[in-house]
């Protein structure tokens, strides 16, 4: 917690790995923990419980590049370059070569891969 509000920890101890996993065609995973739901929830008023609970991160596959501009970002002519064979007549490439330009403009739009962590007391209902 810091300034009372709930954070994932960045220790990579504090990490629970699933007891069980599966999936199903195409694209759908799911994932088991042996935490009780109290644990997982966090703040019982016993003392084995009233920790802060644990999140649940969703990321994206971080070997995966993903290219592209954030929402609102201004765009230019440029966005053909990625693809074309050569440098377009009159494309100043201020002293790179084509490929150096290419991999340039890549760099500059390639996006980071997301991770949302979400407190499980979203998901789960104390009963």
Do not use: K
């Amino acid at each position: 917690m810091v300034n009372g509000v709930l954070t994932p920890s960045t220790d990579p101890a504090d990490e629970e790995h699933p007891a069980f996993r599966g999936s199903l065609e195409p694209d759908v995973s799911f994932f088991g923990f042996d935490l009780a739901v109290s644990t997982v929830v966090g703040g019982g008023q016993d003392a084995a419980h009233a920790g802060p609970g644990y999140f649940i991160v969703i990321q994206e596959q971080p070997t995966e590049p993903r290219f592209g501009l954030d929402v609102g970002t201004p765009t230019g002519s440029e966005t053909h370059l990625l693809v074309a064979a050569g440098p377009p007549a009159g494309l100043p490439l201020g002293g790179l070569t084509w490929a150096a330009m290419q991999r340039t403009w890549r760099a500059s739009r390639r996006q980071q891969p997301v991770r949302v962590a979400i407190h499980a007391s979203q998901f789960v209902a104390r009963s």
